[in-house]
């Protein structure tokens, strides 16, 4: 029986030969599927990867810069509120982060740790069965035992896979929002980027924000 053909009953057949491994495991992936689903809506609803992304932290920028003269704001005044803002954003994006790490790390070791049971059980029902040693009783033990590893390695690998892209989304997220504060607040600078042949100037960058993840 193919298991797309009755996934239900297989997914009740792991759960009877792996026992409660494998349901901690499928209550991991579970987590992860609803994490992952909920990241690709979040992302997707602030437009990240498009210039409506960075719209919020845009603006800001450009209202403080009007600003700056009637409230006597400097440019160190307003890098300082646009990072704390731009800061919280990425924190944001980055909620959830740890949950699917933690899942991609910790899903291998319970497989493994199920694995180890079933081999332990396997031998003590070699060992019980005296001389009459069937080699079909190890054989049985230890694919069984096996199987938590692979399902642990399952949830592991689509669970670390998502979590690299949606890092690698907020990185190019947080480089598009300091390439935009930086053509607002220092445009001889964002220029000199665009053009190679001019002269390049590091004084008073826009800090990026550190990683919250």
Same mark, same amino acid.
């Given at each position: 029986?193919?298991?797309?053909?009755?996934?239900?009953?297989?997914?009740?057949?792991?759960?009877?030969?792996?026992?409660?491994?494998?349901?901690?495991?499928?209550?991991?992936?579970?987590?992860?599927?609803?994490?992952?689903?909920?990241?690709?809506?979040?992302? %997707?609803?602030?437009?990240?990867?498009?210039?409506?992304?960075?719209?919020?932290?845009?603006?800001?920028?450009?209202?403080?810069?009007?600003?700056?003269?009637?409230?006597?704001?400097?440019?160190?005044?307003?890098?300082?509120?646009?990072?704390?803002?731009?800061?919280?954003?990425?924190?944001?994006?980055?909620? %959830?982060?740890?949950?699917?790490?933690?899942?991609?790390?910790?899903?291998?070791?319970?497989?493994?740790?199920?694995?180890?049971?079933?081999?332990?059980?396997?031998?003590?029902?070699?060992?019980?069965?005296?001389?009459?040693?069937?080699?079909?009783?190890?054989?049985? %033990?230890?694919?069984?035992?096996?199987?938590?590893?692979?399902?642990?390695?399952?949830?592991?690998?689509?669970?670390?896979?998502?979590?690299?892209?949606?890092?690698?989304?907020?990185?190019?997220?947080?480089?598009?929002?300091?390439?935009?504060?930086?053509?607002?607040?220092?445009?001889?600078?964002?220029?000199?980027?665009?053009?190679?042949?001019?002269?390049?100037?590091?004084?008073?960058?826009?800090?990026?924000?550190?990683?919250?993840?």
């Amino acid at each position: 029986m193919s298991f797309f053909e009755n996934p239900l009953a297989r997914i009740y057949q792991l759960i009877e030969i792996g026992g409660p491994v494998v349901v901690l495991l499928l209550l991991l992936s579970v987590i992860a599927v609803a994490m992952t689903l909920f990241k690709f809506w979040q992302f %997707g609803s602030l437009r990240l990867g498009t210039r409506k992304g960075v719209h919020s932290i845009e603006m800001l920028a450009v209202r403080l810069k009007r600003q700056s003269a009637e409230h006597n704001l400097s440019r160190a005044d307003i890098e300082d509120v646009v990072a704390v803002n731009a800061n919280a954003q990425i924190k944001t994006l980055q909620r %959830g982060f740890r949950v699917l790490d933690t899942i991609a790390q910790i899903a291998p070791l319970i497989g493994l740790f199920g694995t180890v049971l079933g081999m332990i059980t396997a031998f003590q029902a070699l060992q019980q069965s005296g001389n009459s040693v069937d080699p079909s009783i190890l054989a049985g %033990g230890i694919w069984v035992a096996l199987l938590t590893t692979a399902v642990g390695l399952a949830v592991a690998m689509p669970t670390s896979i998502a979590l690299t892209y949606f890092e690698s989304r907020v990185e190019r997220h947080q480089l598009a929002i300091e390439m935009a504060v930086t053509r607002i607040l220092n445009p001889v600078a964002h220029q000199s980027l665009d053009d190679p042949r001019a002269p390049v100037s590091m004084a008073g960058s826009w800090p990026v924000p550190a990683d919250a993840a």
